[in-house]
């Protein structure tokens, strides 16, 4: 049997109609990966290699014979990206990693036959059956006889494809499809009364329009950036349009991500410029919107209806409320997450501080997880002091594992604290966020709707939040808050609890990990290793944490589990084995690539997972069911013991100078494998902050 001749791209594509998301995997999707629905549209695609005509086929000048393949538009997905609010009108998210994926369904969109031996593809007319060019007789689809594409390989003088004596070499119902990664807005509108958009017509319309005026502002042709409109799910899961401008270069070159900040300006603009006709149109004419970029759209668009969406009444709700000017006659909305934001006046003009104004549910503090960590630890290592500011009151409402990861925090980000009045730093009706005070002692000053706790969501458009932003302000009076010592933080530990502090002690190679921590405990804390020695197994481990969301961990905390088996009083083939996590909510908008990554797709994370611990053993929960603390329970019959890890595994990395790539993009068979013979070399990551492992038999 002749195999196929090189690997095939075959993988799936599908799209949510609950959620509006989308995108490909390896797997026939059961449900959706973002929000579990079944309601899935899904079909198989094949990236084509290149492109080749029968060798056969002869030239010819007849316009009459040629067919063309209809036009079908991109399907764009942003999973893992924050919105942020766009005024009281809608709001928007953009990222420079947005998936575009193309495809075609063939000149009867039935898709294609493909043979997978000699490449020859043909539209398919009808379901399940071939095309005439593969068969002898039209009528008859047992009657397989096409010719190879381009001739034999092994004999030249071989014309008829071995492919037709197999069931698998001919594929039906395929679509050619390319994916792609590049700069991409999104963009939802809500009328001032709270309607939202879901006229097709008009939301196309809008996104020609905006193309236009962007491209104009950005001094670039307009074929640099391609418009869609597609339904998707409002905020509060209503049916509505979403638009989308993105890059048509691939790994995009910036502009669509541009547009965010420029919004208010652009829509105006689209009003007062690219939405008139000198011919005043009664929808669309070449004087307008139709050219060669749309014109397999003219039945799309209507300006007249996105006129009478950008009315006075709904470009006045872009502007800010009188109620948020709070900071000056200079205040602005802030249109950009405010790391980016931070980010963005850091690399105008540096500061010399950094003042964070938290607050919010004490319940909802992670911080460890607070999306903000990495850029204080880049910034305070270039020389900015860093000070957070929390209420005062706020800290009874902390449980041990917060209070372990602010002192944590403290650490890594060389920040201090100072302890603010219960109801935080008020302006007007808005919240003080965030102030980086500058040379001169000026600042640059911006206020939030909510009080903003340190998690995940923290300085985006989630839940609500929307934020302004003012320069050259006067830095508020901080003298009169007293200073917090990071020792305020450190939990209190109870009498008959064993206390491990670890640095570099389990620092070595991954598969060995396990049995490192084991013989540490084993020598910091004996009754333990006694009841490990003894002769009764256990009957159930449990280990809770939040966030496994990475190989990397998965696999630590396989090898710690593992450490268990090589004693007889511990792990053995009866003992039940749960982990406890949560649902997997991607906020990376990075594609993932290497071992310590996290999974952008729940779905492939889930069935990883599952199939590494067992179906019975992994177990996820929305994050507020779970606590905060990453505990490690063991139980035998008659005692338990347990050991609270303050960071979790996750406080190990990889060594610096490695870099372990993993196959996110494959099968679950093969991802598996790659976790279970990883070995690499791991150490702490936390500058040469410790970890602490909290050990108590319980009563």
Request: proline content about 5%; charged content about 25%.
């Amino acid at each position: 049997m002749e195999a196929i001749t090189e690997i095939q791209s075959l993988r799936f594509f599908w799209r949510c109609r609950d959620c509006g998301n989308s995108g490909t995997r390896a797997l026939w999707p059961e449900k959706c990966p973002v929000c579990e629905s079944q309601n899935l549209g899904r079909h198989r695609f094949l990236r084509p290699a290149g492109f080749a005509v029968d060798i056969r086929n002869t030239p010819h000048n007849d316009v009459s014979r040629p067919q063309y393949i209809p036009v079908i538009e991109p399907v764009l997905s942003l999973t893992g990206v924050e919105w942020m609010n766009l005024s009281r009108v809608g709001r928007y998210r953009s990222s420079t990693e947005g998936h575009v994926y193309q495809y075609s369904k063939g000149l009867h969109g039935q898709g294609y036959a493909l043979c997978l031996v000699c490449g020859k593809a043909d539209s398919m007319a009808e379901q399940e059956m071939l095309p005439a060019s593969f068969l002898d007789d039209p009528d008859d689809q047992a009657t397989r006889n096409h010719k190879r594409l381009r001739g034999g390989r092994n004999n030249d003088n071989e014309t008829r494809c071995p492919g037709n004596e197999h069931n698998w070499s001919i594929q039906l119902g395929l679509h050619l499809g390319v994916e792609t990664w590049t700069d991409v807005l999104e963009l939802q509108l809500t009328s001032p009364q709270g309607e939202q958009l879901t006229d097709e017509t008009t939301a196309y319309t809008l996104a020609v329009a905006l193309r236009r005026v962007l491209c104009g502002e950005l001094g670039i042709e307009e074929r640099e950036i391609g418009c869609v409109a597609a339904p998707s799910r409002s905020v509060d899961r209503q049916g509505t349009q979403s638009i989308y401008l993105y890059d048509t270069l691939s790994g995009g070159a910036g502009y669509a991500s541009q547009a965010a900040v420029l919004l208010p300006e652009l829509l105006r603009k689209a009003r007062d410029t690219a939405l008139q006709c000198p011919a005043e149109c009664d929808d669309v004419c070449q004087c307008c919107l139709l050219d060669y970029q749309t014109q397999h759209h003219q039945d799309d668009l209507n300006r007249r209806k996105a006129l009478q969406w950008l009315s006075d009444d709904f470009l006045n709700a872009l502007s800010l409320p009188s109620e948020w000017r709070v900071l000056g006659v200079d205040t602005q909305i802030e249109l950009e997450p405010l790391v980016l934001a931070l980010r963005r006046e850091w690399q105008r003009q540096p500061g010399k501080e950094l003042r964070i104004y938290l607050g919010g549910d004490a319940s909802e503090w992670e911080p460890l997880m607070w999306r903000l960590q990495p850029e204080l630890q880049r910034l305070s290592h270039s020389g900015l002091d860093v000070i957070l500011l929390l209420p005062g009151n706020l800290m009874e409402g902390l449980d041990m594992s917060q209070r372990s990861e602010l002192q944590a925090l403290a650490a890594v980000t060389r920040a201090r604290f100072r302890a603010l009045p219960a109801e935080g730093v008020k302006i007007g009706s808005l919240c003080l966020a965030m102030e980086m005070v500058r040379e001169g002692q000026d600042s640059v000053r911006w206020a939030a709707t909510l009080p903003l706790s340190p998690n995940a969501n923290w300085g985006s458009g989630e839940g609500g939040g929307r934020y302004v932003v003012c320069q050259n302000q006067p830095p508020h009076h901080i003298d009169n808050y007293p200073e917090i010592t990071s020792e305020t933080f450190r939990p209190v530990i109870h009498a008959g609890t064993n206390t491990l502090e670890i640095k570099k002690e389990l620092d070595g190679n991954s598969i060995g990990f396990g049995n490192r921590a084991w013989a540490l405990i084993a020598v910091k804390v004996p009754e333990l290793q006694a009841r490990l020695q003894s002769a009764v197994p256990l009957i159930r481990v449990e280990y809770t944490d939040r966030y496994l969301r990475s190989p990397l961990v998965l696999h630590l905390v396989h090898s710690l589990l593992e450490g268990l088996c090589q004693y007889k009083g511990g792990k053995q083939s009866e003992t039940l084995t749960q982990i406890k996590t949560s649902q997997h909510e991607c906020r990376d908008e990075r594609f993932p690539s290497l071992i310590q990554h996290d999974w952008r797709d729940a779905l492939d994370r889930s069935e990883v997972a599952e199939e590494f611990f067992g179906v019975n053993a992994w177990q996820e929960s929305s994050l507020r069911e779970l606590p905060h603390a990453r505990e490690l329970k063991l139980i035998w019959p008659d005692a338990t013991w347990i050991i609270r890890l303050d960071q979790g595994v996750g406080y190990w990395e990889m060594q610096p100078y490695a870099r372990q790539r993993f196959s996110f993009d494959r099968d679950k068979e093969r991802q598996i494998n790659e976790i279970r013979l990883l070995n690499l070399m791991i150490q702490a990551n936390r500058g040469g902050h410790p970890t602490y492992w909290y050990c108590q038999k319980d009563k």
